[in-house]
């Protein structure tokens, strides 16, 4: 039984990862809406699902508990909506990039992202860091160079991915809002800046009203996005923190493929960018084993984060 729980949590995990690359795809396939309008639609769509799916696996009162607090907490009335507006602008970024050509700047910031939480860990929370990790910062911070060395500054698009996610996450590990709960609270949050980009073109609306077959894919959105979501649930589960951890470095892997596949290419100026900051990667994962073993043999390991999409 144990295996089996093992094989379906690696199962999910790849899957998960494999949907939300197939989100990244899939913004191609919904024109004419722009990356605003999908976003829009996207967050109308998936948090009704979120909560059917929270209710579903018995972890509504992760919601009941924030809602409690609110009124007794003054600082939530400014730091929820904040919350909200950080992960929104990933959510709107992840959807806007691959239609409008910064598909590599968003994964090369997914790329980052592990190694800007590790220095998040450090300084913010005062977590240590290892030799391995140590090394691979130095070997983002080569890759770094470079990119500054060829355009002079990092694309936002990178820096919002890369900087963005790690203050939101200490973000909601200040209020204690890291939850599924607190997620479905932020896109609720969100839901009439949403349906303001969903709603904002009469003409897209007309165009939408005239096609079956841009409504339906509009509604598979949604429902990617959440089966997205209930896959990374079912992965963390059956996962011991460790191995789930090491498979999300899959995504971002995708994410280039993706990128490639609409259009974009890696100029031969950029390779010392992305291999120096993808062996900082394959030392993370070669830390990640370790943890993996370590995990194996009873000794505790720290939780991991897992970046909402």
């Given at each position: 039984m144990e295996t089996r729980n093992r094989l379906a949590g690696v199962a999910g995990s790849l899957a998960a990862s494999t949907l939300f690359a197939t989100l990244y795809y899939y913004t191609s396939l919904l024109e004419p809406l722009s990356g605003q309008q999908i976003y829009g639609w996207r967050i109308l769509l998936t948090a009704p699902c979120l909560a059917l799916l929270l209710l579903a696996i018995g972890r509504w009162g992760e919601v009941r508990e924030i809602?409690?607090?609110?009124?007794?907490?003054?600082?939530?009335?400014?730091?929820?909506?904040?919350?909200s507006a950080l992960v929104g602008l990933q959510l709107w970024l992840f959807m806007w990039a691959p239609i409008n050509g910064h598909g590599l700047d968003v994964s090369l910031g997914y790329f980052l992202l592990p190694l800007t939480l590790v220095l998040t860990g450090r300084l913010v929370f005062g977590e240590a860091i290892s030799r391995l990790q140590r090394l691979a910062c130095l070997l983002a911070a080569v890759g770094v160079g470079n990119q500054l060395l060829l355009a002079s500054s990092l694309s936002w698009p990178v820096l919002a991915v890369a900087l963005g996610y790690p203050c939101y996450f200490v973000l909601r590990r200040w209020i204690g809002t890291a939850s599924l709960g607190g997620l479905w609270v932020d896109l609720i949050i969100s839901l009439p800046v949403a349906a303001l980009f969903a709603f904002s073109d009469r003409e897209t609306l007309q165009q939408l009203a005239a096609s079956p077959a841009l409504l339906l894919l509009i509604i598979g959105l949604g429902a990617l996005s959440a089966l997205a979501l209930a896959l990374m649930i079912v992965a963390s589960k059956h996962l011991d923190l460790a191995l789930f951890g090491l498979l999300s470095?899959?995504?971002?892997?995708?994410?280039?493929?993706?990128?490639?596949?609409?259009?974009?290419?890696?100029a031969s100026n950029q390779w010392l960018t992305y291999v120096a900051i993808w062996t900082a990667i394959a030392l993370l994962i070669v830390e990640g084993a370790k943890a993996l073993r370590a995990a194996r043999a009873g000794v505790p390991q720290k939780r991991s984060r897992r970046v909402l999409k």
């Open positions: 809602l409690v607090r609110v009124p007794a907490e003054a600082r939530l009335w400014l730091a929820l909506p904040l919350s470095y899959v995504e971002p892997v995708l994410l280039v493929v993706v990128a490639l596949l609409l259009g974009e290419s890696i």
